[in-house]
């Protein structure tokens, strides 16, 4: 249904530009998203009450996730917009709103000093983050694709998709240098404001090269024909063919890609720091590096959309992570576990220390036991144990922290980077399959809806529902085993990926029936 940029050479130095502009605007946006998240456990301590650190924690994680659950809201109250007044303007306005949502976080008030006001307006900021990100892609997608050459959507748009994964490593790399420019009380008290504060540069800088771009040029035409519509939300949702090619985007594409892209960088980075206790920034390298080299995959495989469809594409590479996700996390689990590896016993350190808990009596006993491996990898176990005055002992704290040797930390960069892969199929290609999937009046409305839910909803809640199956399948193998019966899973920390598996396996089948004959009706 992408109509071909009227009757005009398409301008290669202009077109660049729109796709460089697009992409830093959607690229800051992502940065603005995910540096919330990214700095979770300090915030926490910050804007929420201190005397229960696990439900602060869980306060703002929960805060985090709002800002997924109100992206199709965003999708649909920008989409309007855009598809009335033009692309332009509309994302404009939703890289202004992150912006200033953004520096406003790194310029509220701790808990202690405001109360519960803070924690009330980090949320409020945090779901017009979601918001503006509900009404910036579609608008930026959208935008790339009007200007393009028919033939080469998918690689144009293909620049829009390396944006949020670049955004995540760009918000990592910030934090990382400020994190390391300074001390880390002083991080911990204001220096972790600042990767909130530079936003606003960056937002400046954009704003100004876009407010110079020239309106889309298919939205041009369709205005001056009159034929765009007052309600695109009544013609996307309330036309039964329209309607149903939205619910075939979500549900034959967006639902599929959306978890094939959490699984492959979000889970994955968790799966590394709480299943298999690898350190926490040795994590971030595994995940950054898998990143840096995947993302060129983006661009390649909305380039091979182009020359062979973007179905294939898309379906195959769910195929593959349905098929090949449980080997892959085995295998990643196996590389990571010290009983696979050979101890030198020579080398085995223990450490007892004993202080005063703050504020009471009692007292802390702490046990550090360090182990090296022949492969490099060492070990690191902490118990942690209240003893009373009455000399009475607490169930001791265990943290096991894992630091694998060179060649483990490479294989696991390289099954990161293969599902890094998977997600440059399924991802590399979608906005030019859903942008074609439109006509021009309702393009920006229509497209968004589909892609947020599949994202947002779908993709966003996977972290928790694969973390909470996996904890459930643990806890039931050691009541198990309390109570002397057989184990009922083989392997718990593979339950988790039933929901991915199972949600790309509907996807993928919905695709393969019915992508193809809307594919053929809009031909």
């Known amino acids: 249904m992408l109509e071909s ?22 690229l800051i946006e992502w940065y603005d998203f995910y540096i919330f998240g990214s700095l979770a456990v300090i915030i926490a301590t910050k804007f929420f009450p ?17 800002g997924f659950v109100v992206r199709p809201f965003g999708a649909l109250f920008f989409g309007r917009l855009g598809d009335i007044i033009g692309r332009k303007y509309t994302f404009m ?35 017009l983050q979601g918001l503006a990100l509900g009404g910036e892609y579609g608008g930026a ?12 959507r998918g690689l144009r748009t293909a620049w829009i998709q390396t944006t949020a994964t670049v955004g995540l490593f760009i918000s990592l790399f910030v934090i990382l240098i400020t994190r390391n420019s300074m001390d880390k009380a002083s991080f911990e008290d204001w220096g972790w404001r600042v990767p909130f504060l530079i936003s606003i540069v960056m937002v400046a800088v954009s704003y100004f090269i876009r407010r110079n771009m020239d309106e889309s040029p298919l939205f041009k ?10 309600n695109p939300l009544k013609e996307s949702f309330g036309k039964k063919l329209n309607f149903k090619f939205v619910l075939l985007a979500l549900f034959g594409a967006t639902m599929g890609q959306g978890v094939v892209w959490y699984t492959g960088q979000f889970y994955a980075l968790s799966f590394l720091q709480t299943v298999c206790h690898i350190e926490f920034d040795q994590t971030n390298y595994i995940i950054a590096l898998a990143l840096m080299l995947g993302t060129g995959f983006f661009v390649f495989f909305g380039w091979l959309s182009d020359k062979i469809g973007r179905k294939g594409i898309m379906m195959v590479g769910m195929l593959v992570a349905i098929l090949t996700y449980r080997p892959i996390y085995d295998k990643i689990y196996q590389t990571a576990d010290v009983t696979n590896k050979v101890e030198l016993q020579d080398k085995v350190q223990t450490d007892l220390a004993v202080s005063l808990k703050e504020g009471t009596s009692d007292s802390i006993k702490t ?45 696991l960069v390289a099954l990161v980077l293969i599902q890094v892969i998977y997600v ?33 909803v779908f993709g966003g809640l996977l972290p928790a529902i694969a973390t909470y199956l996996a904890s459930q399948a643990t806890t039931a193998n050691e009541a198990a085993a309390a109570a002397g ?39």
């Open 424 to 456: 440059a199929m399924v991802y590399g290609p979608i906005a030019a399959f859903l942008v074609e999937m439109f006509p021009t009046n309702i393009r920006y409305t229509s497209m968004s809806l589909p892609y947020h839910i599949g994202n947002g």
């Open 5 to 26: 940029v009227p009757q005009q050479k398409v301008d290669k130095k202009n077109l660049w530009k729109v796709i460089g502009v697009s992409s830093a605007g959607t």
């Open 93 to 127: 306005v939703t890289l202004l709103l992150m912006g200033f949502s953004t520096f406003a976080i790194g310029l509220i008030p701790s808990y202690d000093t405001i109360g519960f006001i803070a924690p009330v307006l980090v949320l409020i900021l945090r779901l």
């Open 367 to 411: 046990v550090t036991t360090t182990k090296s491996y022949t492969d490099g990898t060492i070990y690191t176990e902490i118990s942690e144990q209240v003893i009373s005055s009455s000399a009475q002992a607490s169930k001791a704290k265990i943290t096991k922290i894992v630091n694998v040797g060179n060649e483990s930390f490479y294989i």
């Open 221 to 230: 035409k369709a205005k001056a024909e009159g034929k765009t519509v007052a």
């Open 50 to 66: 201190q005397d229960n650190p696990t439900a602060a924690f869980l306060s703002t994680l929960a805060t985090f996730a709002a």
């Open 485 to 523: 019966q057989v184990l009922p899973f083989d392997k718990p920390y593979l339950e988790g990926l039933w929901y991915p598996i199972i949600i790309a396996g509907v996807c993928f089948i919905i695709g393969v029936l019915y992508i193809g004959k809307q594919k053929a009706m809009n031909d």
């Open 141 to 152: 997608a959208t935008y790339v694709a009007e200007h393009s050459e028919p033939n080469k």
